[in-house]
């Protein structure tokens, strides 16, 4: 028999002793039991399984015996396999191939019965701690579904299987990192998907080599497309398992990793990055309106301040109909100086929010946004069209869905003001000539970063810009690769 991977059951506690040491690790157990006449060791993490299901499973099994019945190495069952099987009939039992097998099944919850002899078996009877599922505070909508992903891999795979209920959904499980052996998914639709990403991505699992994925999908990100100090977004996170859903459907791929509530799709592209399921839980024109403004945020998020203060410098450019704008007051600090504190004020804010228990951050952002704005306006430290003009740019980048790529654009904003401070309206022009240049540079996964605006493709611009009626939606969008464009 394969999984014969011990020579005796007491070989095997020696082994196990040695692995996991004696006495060590409360969690670990190692617990002495009947399979009616055959004596088992039980090997399971206390913390991983389902303890009553097991319960349930061996009670019926044990009875009193005397000693002088008790079954030896000397007086063994002839074949013990068969006598197990026949008497412990569980459906999830399966047969490790080895010691480092049986001892990583262990580690991931399930629960090692070792017979006399040494034959080794698993039982599927995890049940990881952590959340139910529940609506992601980051991604909420006003009708839709409530669920969201959990820490567990188990429950995300079972929230995607109940939306897509097709044979052709795969779930390929990987055990990523050399010591922390993280359980990693790639799921895709088999008769849609791109074979050349697919393997782009099992290739790039194969170079990881790290002794763990301790911060599970950041870490994954920066492994699959080599990151670097890059600092825009290459996947898109999602924590609602209907996006992940739709995705698949269109043909990306997604990665669920064990222990992260967050699913990456990819490939994505900018415009990716600034959908949301808001816009599909809507009619088809108030999506589209929703979709256009959220645009028009990401672009001022990116280009107010710089615009502000270059015509608040140059007053002689402004024509009469935009008089109202520059700093009417007069003050000591120069209006570069002013827009950076002021803007790393805000950064200062966001973090201390971050950091403070939720039942003090609402009086703290009002401490800070109202009291301490006003003051520094009255003791002469901004001016007042400074706090107006940050405050509204803070507005638009919390209107951008994505965390990571709002967060991006507000260094980028930084470098326009920068080269605008140097150089006037060239520093200007040159800054968002780079920026814009480096954003359509990147190509993760060999899809430009840009697309369809950056190369042009008209027909699929339209429909990053207006939302369709599903009943015409019948296209996947041209950088999947997919097998077939058209949606059944």
Same mark, same amino acid.
């Given at each position: ?21 004696? !006495? *060590?690790? =409360?969690? @670990?157990?190692? /617990? ?9 060791? $039980?090997?399971?993490? #206390? ?37 197990? !099987? *026949?008497? =412990?009939? @569980?459906?999830? /039992? ?9 001892? $990583?099944?262990?580690? #991931? ?37 409530? !669920? ?341």
């Amino acid at each position: 028999m394969t999984n014969k991977i011990f020579t005796s059951i007491d070989e095997a506690k020696k082994y196990l002793e040695g692995q996991f040491g004696k !006495d *060590e690790s =409360f969690d @670990f157990l190692m /617990k002495e039991a009947f399979v009616r006449d055959l004596p088992v060791l $039980l090997v399971y993490v #206390s913390g991983l399984i389902d303890s009553n299901t097991l319960t349930i499973q061996l009670t019926p099994l044990f009875y009193e015996r005397e000693e002088s019945e008790m079954i030896t190495l000397d007086n063994r069952i002839e074949d013990e396999p068969d006598y197990f !099987d *026949e008497h =412990f009939n @569980f459906f999830g /039992k399966s047969e490790p191939k080895d010691k480092e097998e049986f001892v $990583l099944s262990v580690l #991931s919850g399930t629960v090692g019965i070792i017979t006399l002899s040494g034959y080794a078996y698993t039982l599927e009877l995890r049940n990881y701690p952590g959340r139910s599922p529940e609506e992601p505070d980051n991604e909420k909508v006003i009708r839709g579904s409530r !669920d969201g992903f959990a820490e567990n891999i188990i429950i995300n795979a079972g929230l995607i299987r109940r939306r897509i209920r097709s044979p052709q959904l795969r779930f390929n499980l990987h055990k990523l990192s050399d010591i922390g052996q993280t359980d990693v998914a790639i799921v895709y639709m088999n008769d849609i998907v791109n074979d050349k990403h697919l393997e782009w991505i099992k290739k790039r699992f194969e170079q990881i080599k790290h002794d763990g994925l301790t911060m599970t999908d950041k870490s994954l990100e920066e492994w699959l497309f080599k990151q670097r100090f890059h600092p825009m977004p290459f996947v898109r996170y999602s924590e609602r398992p209907d996006i992940i859903a739709a995705h698949l459907l269109e043909g990306h791929i997604a990665i669920v990793v064990d222990t992260s509530p967050s699913v990456i799709i990819v490939p994505v592209t900018m415009f990716h990055l600034l959908q949301h399921a808001e816009e599909y839980r809507q009619a088809p024109f108030i999506g589209t309106s929703v979709r256009l403004l959220r645009y028009i945020a990401a672009f001022l998020s990116l280009t107010l301040l710089p615009i502000w203060y270059l015509l608040a410098t140059n007053e002689y450019h402004v024509p009469e109909a935009l008089s109202f704008i520059g700093a009417k007051e007069d003050n000591h600090i120069p209006l570069f100086l002013q827009i950076i504190i002021a803007s790393l004020g805000l950064e200062y804010l966001r973090l201390a929010a971050i950091h403070t228990p939720t039942p003090l951050s609402t009086a703290m952002g009002l401490v800070a946004g109202v009291i301490i704005g006003q003051i520094a306006i009255e003791v002469g430290l901004f001016s007042s069209e400074v706090v107006l003009y940050t405050a509204v740019v803070a507005i638009f980048s919390f209107a951008i869905p994505t965390y990571e790529l709002s967060t991006a654009l507000k260094y980028f904003q930084f470098f326009i003001i920068i080269l605008t401070a140097l150089w006037g309206a060239n520093g200007f022009f040159i800054s968002l000539f780079i920026t814009l240049s480096y954003f359509c540079h990147l190509r993760p996964m060999n899809v430009p970063y840009m697309w369809p605006l950056i190369p042009f493709f008209p027909t699929a611009f339209a429909r990053v810009f207006i939302r369709f009626p599903m009943a015409d939606d019948a296209i996947r969008p041209y950088i999947v690769g997919a097998k077939s464009r058209k949606r059944a």
